[in-house]
């Protein structure tokens, strides 16, 4: 099986003393190419920080991790080239437009943004382009993260709450753009903090509690996720009827 992430027994540790947190303890994480994981689990449950070492922004104090077909610390800068990654609060440069942050950010990462797929994206998430990125609020500085990835050519997605601070009609056309990335065969690695916000795009789920993977499997088959992640789940549902409703 070919696979695009792999971690096992990877560990990260922040802080020194008394102030010393085990942000992994051990997270062993599969992704074949081509498919659509989800990381789930509450805040301060390790996700970011497992992007961050799957980035190499950060060093593994132990455990390895594999990201495509090289180590994200030693190869960063030539796996970046292969990757779009969608961080949640982000903040950019005040004074550039969101159009202009599309295109800085396609050729950070050696790319071009596809010129078509951004104008359709742009249109179906409602933002306009054309304004300062001081203007945005925190819903449009995260579309415009997901923009960014999603008209990259990219064969592989990170996206870190990629609906967060969004409107559900926003949150709802997110999920319809990544199902539909899935389709398309583009290997998927996003986070949420509730059962439904990645149910209707993944393939594969993983709960991760406390830095650790605890169970991961097909959405409908998951034994471990919490009821506050199962509740969350059901609005998330009716939210995106809604939504979509005519």
């Known amino acids: 099986m070919n696979e695009a992430i792999r971690t096992e027994g990877l560990v990260k540790t922040f802080g020194q003393g008394r102030a010393r947190v085990r942000a992994l303890d051990g997270l062993d994480l599969s992704v074949p190419a081509g498919e659509a994981h989800g990381l789930l689990g ?29 180590d994200p610390w ?41 010129g078509r797929r951004r104008d359709e994206l742009v249109a179906r998430l409602d933002l306009d382009p054309r304004r300062k990125a001081r203007t945005y609020s925190a819903g449009e500085r995260q579309k415009l993260t997901v923009i960014s990835a999603l008209a990259s050519d990219a064969e592989l997605l990170m996206l870190d709450r990629p609906a967060a601070d969004m409107d559900p009609p926003a949150r709802a056309v997110v999920r319809a753009c990544l199902a539909e990335e899935r389709r398309d065969g583009r290997t998927l690695l996003l986070s949420g903090e509730s059962l439904g916000e990645l149910a209707e795009v993944c393939d594969r789920i993983s709960v991760v509690r406390s830095g650790r993977t605890v169970e991961s499997g097909p959405p409908d088959g998951l034994r471990h996720a919490s009821p506050e992640d199962l509740l969350l789940s059901q609005d998330a549902v009716l939210e995106n009827r809604r939504a979509a409703a005519p």
């Open 42 to 70: 509450a805040a301060g449950a390790g996700k970011t920080t497992a992007f961050r070492a799957l980035l190499g922004l950060v060093r593994a104090d132990s455990g390895t991790a594999r990201l495509l077909d090289g």
């Open 74 to 114: 030693r190869d960063a800068v030539r796996l970046h080239r292969r990757l779009a990654f969608a961080p949640a609060a982000v903040r950019f440069w005040p004074g550039l437009s969101g159009g202009e942050i599309i295109d800085l950010l396609g050729r950070l990462r050696g790319g071009r943004a596809d």
